[in-house]
C-alpha cells in the first residue's frame, strides 16, 4: 500500500475495499504511551470518527462513506479531487468558483453544528473540492458531538484565521443561513475574540 | 560587567549574576510550603528579611561588591503579589542607589530563554511546564517578535496537579518527585485523557486520582495519573512540532525535572528526527540567574525601562513580553 499523508496522529494510504478504491487512515503507535494508554486513546478516536462521520452523513452534510472499521483503521471511499488550501494558492484570481466553494463550506459546517457535531479543526487542509466543484468536508479525527455554543463558534474562529478577510464574510454568511443557532454562535465568537486569551493568541494553522 | 537579577514570584528567593551571557552566581532561599502550601504574606516577609542576605552570598559567589554591578533585572510576573513586591523594591532600590539601568522581566520567559541559553536550542517548541502554568510556545516575528502559544492549559499547570496529589496522597509535600517515586512499579488504570488540538486541561484528571486512591493501590494511581498527563502534553507538542515543522522541543520549567517526561519526549522527537534540549536543573527551579541572564539580554537591546514604570504583574503572560534578540 501506498502512502499518501502523514499527520500526527494517522498515516493515510492508498486502499481498496471490494474493489472500490479506498484510502485507509491509520493511527499509527505513539511509543511514548504506556502500552494500554496507547491502545485505549487508538481505538477509542478510531471508532469516534467513524462513528461521527456516519452522523454527519446521516444528516445530509457532504462526507466520504466509511467503508470498513479495522482495529485502529478506517476504510474510507477515496474522492477525486483537490484540498482547498492547494487550490487557494492556485485560484486566486477565480473569484467565482472561490464564492461558491466558500458558501458550501460554511453551509456544509452549518448543517455539522446542526447535528451538533463539531468538526475541531475546520480549515482549508480539510476541505476538499471535486473536479465537479462538489465540496466534501473530511477528517473527524478531532470531530465531538457537543451542543456547546463556544466551541461551534471556535470552529468558526479557526476558519476565520485561516482563510482571507475577503473570503471569510462569504462563508460566514452561508453559515448563518444554514445553521438554526446562528445568532448565538456568531455572538460567542464576538465574545471570543474580544476576551484576552485569543487575542493575544492568534490561531495559526496548517 | 555583571547583571543581577532578583526572582521571587513564589516561594524561592534567588539571586543571580550574569556576565556576557555567563553565570557567575545562583543563589536562592527557599521559604518551606510545609503541609499547608505557600501563604503569600508569610513567603514575602520572609523574603524581605533575606534578601540582603541573598545579594550579599550572589556578590561574593562572584567575587565582586556592589558598585561592579552595570544592570538589574527582577520578576515582574506572573506570580504571588506580595513576594514579587520584594523583588521589584529591591531591584528599583538598587537601581537608585547605583545609577544603573533597571528592566522588569517574565518570569516564565525567563525559565524559558535560559534554556534555551545553556543548551543550545536554536529555534525550538517549548514545553514549558512549571507548577502554575503549562503551555506550548515558539517565536514568531509578527505583530512582534515573542513567543506564541500554540497550546496551554486550560486550568492549572501540570505542577500544581502534581502537588495538590502529592499532599491528598499524604507524601512529601510540593515536589513531583515524590509522585513520580510513588509512581514507579505502578499498573495502568484508566484515567480522563483531555487534549483539544493543542490546549489541554488537568482538573479533572486530578478530581479522578484523587478519588481513586480511596480504593485502589495508591502506586498504580500515581503512575497512571503520570502518564496520562505527560502524554497529554506529548500529544500536543508533537501537534505543535508538525504545524510549525521545528525540530527542536525545549523543555523547561519545574516540571522538567522530570525524567519520565523527558525520555517520552525523546521517544516522541526521534520518530521526526528531532531532539529534546533542557537546562540543568538549577535552572529548571525558580531561580535567580535566569532573571539576570534575561536582563542582560534586554539591556543589550535597549529595552531598559525608567523605575517609575518598573511594575509587578501577577499575570503578566509570557506572550506579551518582547524578544528583540
Ligand atoms: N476520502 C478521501 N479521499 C481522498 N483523499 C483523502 C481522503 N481523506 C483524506 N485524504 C487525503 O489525506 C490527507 C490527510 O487526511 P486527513 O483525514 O485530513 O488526516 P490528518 O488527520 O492526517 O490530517 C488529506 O489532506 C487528503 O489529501
Ligand atoms: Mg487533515
Redesign the pocket.
Known sequence: MEK??E?A??E?YDAKVLGRSA?L?YRIEKGYRTRPLDYRIRSERTKSEAKIMARASARGAMV?KVLLIDGYGIY????DGA?LNAMMDRFEKQKEKMRKILEEAGKQLGMLHNADIVHGDYTP??I?VTPEGVVYV??F?LAEITNSVEEKALDLLLMKRSISKTLYPIFEDSYRKSHGDSKSVLLKLGDIERRGRYQTRTLITG | MAVIGIESSAHTLGVGIADKGKVLANEKMMYDVGTTGIIPAKAAEQHIENIGSVIGAALSKAGMDKSGITGIGYTKGPGLGPCLRVGQLAAKTLSMELKVPIVPVNHAIGHIEVARHVSGAKDPIVLYVSGGNSQILGIINEPFRHYHVFGETFDIGVGNMLDSFARAAKLNPAWGSSVAKLAEGGKYIQMPYTVKGMDFTFTGLLTNAVKMLEANDPRDVAYSMQETAFAMLCEAIERAMLLTKKREVLLSGGVAQSKRLKEMLEIMTATHNGAVYAAPNEFNADNGAMIAIVAEKMLDTGMQKKPEDCDINQKYRADAAEIRW
Do not use: R, T, W
Request: hydrophobic letters at 50%; aromatic letters at 0%.
Open positions: 499518501i499523508s499527520g496522529e494517522a493515510i484510502i487512515k466520504p474510507i471511499e477515496k474522492l484540498m487542509a480539510n476538499l473530511i477528517d479525527g
